[in-house]
């Protein structure tokens, strides 16, 4: 594949006498004229890996298009065809901009539906698009509340869950526990 170019390389080596020129100025500015080219060449294949490298996520790719520059010139030229029109940070910077643009309208009050990705309100008890149960209504109020609230946030209405299941009084007896010994009185069988 990269015949043509080891073919410059090659014509870069011979002296240019071979073409039957023997000024020695004439030679030396045609050597000159194919080292500038060859230059020229290399630096090419190597923009276009730098090029490709910010376009083009798939290693395979880059190197594709690597391989496709050391065709001397004609390969640049296809590569700048066909090359993906955007830097790879240009669709990651876009990306982060739609996230950030759908946290504002969540926090607006509008957010997608869990199940179909249709833009429901906040305060939907159901999808109006895909029927599904959102949110389940305060049995007093009737305000739209998680399924892991403990109580109502809005009337302070008790959803059933037993606040004793929690933790937090037996750690503190078990805190306790060193003072309640000692202040505790001693056993029946030793009075
Ligand atoms: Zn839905
Ligand atoms: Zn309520």
Redesign the pocket.
Known sequence: MAVPGLYTLFIMMVPAGIFGIHNHTANLAIDAALVVLGIIWLSLVYWTFADARRRIGDRVLVACAVVTAFFPFLGTIIYMIVRPPEYLDDVRERELEIQAAEARLSQIGMHTCPYCDQQVERDFLRCPHCLRKLKEP??????P?AGDWK???????DRGFDPTVTSPPRRRRTRRDPQETMVAPPPPDMI
């Open positions: 305060c049995s007093s109020c009737g305000k509340l109580i109502c946030p809005y009337c302070e209405h």
